[in-house]
């Protein structure tokens, strides 16, 4: 049986569940294809059940720094009751009534491209051909990759899937990695209770894309609680004998560490290795390349295109929905015959922005100073120590924070804004709308911070800068 939609989607996480609901809005019919659960990885498995875990870790924190505050022990099991709420305990009913609504049809099943503008899909009861009139959008998102370390993989490591989905917490657990689930997820399970947290660490310090004052803040605040980092660490080799049983991870400096759980936190790659794209020319297990329209570069006639992870140019949630959203309108308006629509990804070219749900939360939008340095600007880096500002100290006692900003210094506008310190993450918005804006320094002059609040900071950058 053949089906046809304009606008054929596979992968309903957040990018691909967008795209459906731009180009329905811009008059076109859709299907969106998904194998497990409407709402994708995100929804259940990486950034709503991860901040359900750390939200009480970061509110004990704030309590913890005002005089004559203080909470009991965190109540765990209400925790993870809490957070199989957020993720509505693994059911999706309600992202269904939602597409329904929209109205798209939901194909649940494996889907695959199968030629030009085909796709075919796996379902329970066997196999169903969809063809797309004007359209087919890969939204398949990204998988957690394992490296090749012998006995790893036979170890049957935790990935962001597990952690995030734990019904108990480890007494001693080791990470491998220290990028941002690494750095989130080992806050968590350290402030639910791990006895022994330990991050194994190849590089020199954490959060190594942003600017190197964020992940030392980091790495003090995880000293302070006892959570051990080790840094220029590799591992050599792990043994499980039992499953499920102890680990034993061989360390690059010759040691051994003993853990009850290992958290592999090393990175994703697109999930692009069984979706067909050999019938359409291009490599498997590669992203997907894609222009500022979201159209795959490499294939003609326009018909394909790829939003969200599984493109690899960001793999930020907003930044596929925004994707998603600038491909849905652009899929609807050529399919009306407008050639240049003028939807186009602009964001990822000025850095998005992203924040790290840790205490202290980490910041940060545009270019670092590393980035603008390679991206040959005149530029100048104006710092201000965070804790210096009223509002700060009045957030809470020993309030440590930094924050950077990076001019450029020949059109006098924001190239990127980094916040590192308790509750910063509200003021990123303001830092975004500056960057993407690039509202020049005279006029956000004039945008004047409430006292006392932390975006006092903002006075200060400028002050600092020399206004
Ligand atoms: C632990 C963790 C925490 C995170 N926290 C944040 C955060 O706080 N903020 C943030 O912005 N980002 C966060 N991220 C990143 C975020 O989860 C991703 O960027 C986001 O999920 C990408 O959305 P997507 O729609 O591209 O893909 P996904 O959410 O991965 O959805 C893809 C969907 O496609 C389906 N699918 C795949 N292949 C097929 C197929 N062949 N046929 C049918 N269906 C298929 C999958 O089942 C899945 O439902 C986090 C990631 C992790 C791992
Ligand atoms: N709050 C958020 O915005 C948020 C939270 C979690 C995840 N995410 C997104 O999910 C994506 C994946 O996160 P992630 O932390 O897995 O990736 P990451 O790229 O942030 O960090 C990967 C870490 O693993 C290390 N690594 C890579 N290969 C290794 C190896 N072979 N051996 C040892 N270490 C190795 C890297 O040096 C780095 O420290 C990120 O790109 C991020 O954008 C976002």
């Known amino acids: 049986m053949a089906d046809e939609f304009d606008v054929i989607v ?6 691909g569940e967008n795209v459906v609901d731009r180009a329905v809005r811009g008059g076109l019919t859709a299907a969106l294809v998904e194998e497990r659960l409407a709402g994708g990885e995100c929804s259940y498995w990486a950034c709503v059940p991860s901040k359900a875990l750390l ?34 305990n693994y059911d999706d009913a309600g992202q269904v009534r939602w597409i329904e609504s929209v109205p798209a049809e939901l194909v649940r099943g494996h889907g695959r491209l199968d030629g030009q503008k085909r796709v075919r899909v796996t379902t329970d009861d066997g196999e169903r051909v ?53 750095c989130e997820m080992a806050q968590a399970m350290h402030g639910l209770g791990a006895r022994e947290t330990t991050l194994l660490v190849r590089g020199g310090g954490l959060l190594s ?51 009850d759980e290992l958290l592999v936190a090393t990175g994703r790659r697109a999930a692009t290795r069984d979706i067909g794209l050999d019938t359409v020319g291009l490599p ?29 140019r960001v793999l930020l949630t907003h930044m596929g929905k925004y994707q998603a959203r600038v491909c849905g309108d652009v899929i609807a ?52 120590d965070m804790g210096a500002v009223t509002g ?24 990127g804004v980094t916040f590192a310190g308790p509750g910063a993450a509200e003021l990123l918005h303001a830092a975004t709308i500056a960057v993407t804006a690039e509202v020049p320094l005279d006029r956000l002059w004039h945008a004047v911070p409430s006292f006392p609040t932390v975006s ?8 600092t800068y020399g206004l």
């Open 284 to 312: 498997a297990g590669e992203p997907v390349e894609v222009d500022d329209s979201m159209r795959a570069t490499a294939v003609g006639d326009g018909w394909l295109y790829a939003v969200g992870d599984v493109n690899g």
């Open 130 to 182: 969809l063809t797309a009139r004007h359209a087919v959008v890969l939204a398949t998102g990204s998988v957690p990759q394992v490296p090749g370390v012998p006995g790893l993989k036979e170890a049957a490591p935790w990935t962001s899937h597990e952690v995030t989905a734990a019904k108990e917490i480890p007494e001693r657990l080791a990470v491998l990695g220290g990028g941002v689930v690494a």
């Open 392 to 415: 700060a100290y009045l957030l809470g006692d020993g309030y440590r924070g930094k924050a950077r900003a990076v001019v450029d210094e020949d059109r006098k506008v924001l190239l």
């Open 456 to 463: 006092e900071i903002w006075l200060r950058l400028l002050e």
């Open 209 to 259: 894309r942003m600017e190197p004052f964020a992940g030392e803040l980091l790495a003090e605040a995880f000293a302070e609680a006892g959570i051990d980092v080790r840094l220029r660490t590799g591992i050599e080799r792990v043994e499980r004998p039992e499953p499920g049983g102890k680990v034993t991870v061989h360390l690059s400096d010759g040691t051994l560490l003993e853990a």
């Open 10 to 15: 596979i992968g309903g996480g957040p990018a």
């Open 333 to 384: 308006a050529r399919a009306r015959g407008d050639e240049l629509p003028a939807m186009r990804d602009l964001a990822d070219a000025y850095g998005s922005p992203q924040v790290v749900f840790t205490d202290p939360q980490i910041c940060a939008v545009g270019r670092t100073e590393r980035m603008a340095r390679e991206d040959g600007f005149r530029y100048r880096v104006v710092d201000y």
């Open 55 to 88: 939200r009480p870790i970061d509110l004990a924190a704030e309590v913890s720094r005002v005089p004559g505050m203080s909470l009991g022990p965190i109540d765990v099991a209400a925790v993870l009751a809490r957070r199989d709420e957020a993720v509505s």
